[in-house]
């Protein structure tokens, strides 16, 4: 087994908006480790001056989350530049099964890094925060996966829309901050920060851990989604998502074919 042919087979993948096969069904000795290098590889093939790479993601860092794709794990996955909706209007016709979650992300002025890492750390670093559509599309038939499939499938990441607006890390209370996501009007689903290990600044401190033992950093510049904060909702062609952020603000997706 070769990581960088299992590279290419999920970069495909991802360009073609084709499902694929479970890694580990033909691999089944595949560990977790070697998924986030085909995780890594995958990505670094996509990037170019265009599609940069922008940050990171947290993902499966709510009960919810972890009990909805039966994985009790939080795992990371890599953001670039072409993932960003620069307008709320998301295009499904290349997407394979999207689902949609409410989150927050951070923008970083200071890089972090490193093995031991606190809250207090984290603050003093953040920029900004905002809010956050993320919209997933695992590769894999059926939306199911091991704890390695979706590591190596980046997280399952396609797309992301931010809010206009950005908020002082001290704007609020990131932990009670509650979301309501309604779908066509009809609500879905509810939750508050808390929801993701209990503070959503905990999802950095463990983001931060988890890159350093492959060297790496959240950057200056980086943005960083905390990972969601209810489960996820299936989307298709017509559909208007909006996530109702209370005194925050609200977030509206337009989804066309
Ligand atoms: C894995 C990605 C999880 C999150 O916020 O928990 C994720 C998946 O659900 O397919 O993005
Ligand atoms: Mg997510």
Redesign the pocket.
Known sequence: MKLDQLAKRVAESQKNGCEMDKLTISNPELTVNQAYEIQKLSINETLTDDNRFIGW?M????KA?QQ??GVEEAIYGRLTSDMELTKPVLKVGELIHPRV?P?FAFLFKDELKGANITAKDVWPAVECVFLAL?V?D?RYKN?SFTLTD?VADN??SAKILLSNQAYSPYHTDWAQAEVTLYQNGEMQKRGRGEAVLDHPIHSIVELVKMINREGLSIQAGMIV?V??ITD?VSIQASDEIMADYGELGKLTLHVIE
């Open positions: 993601k993902g499966l860092t709510s989350k909805q794709v979650e989150e993320e997933i695992s939306f979706v997280a399952s989604l990972g969601g996820a």
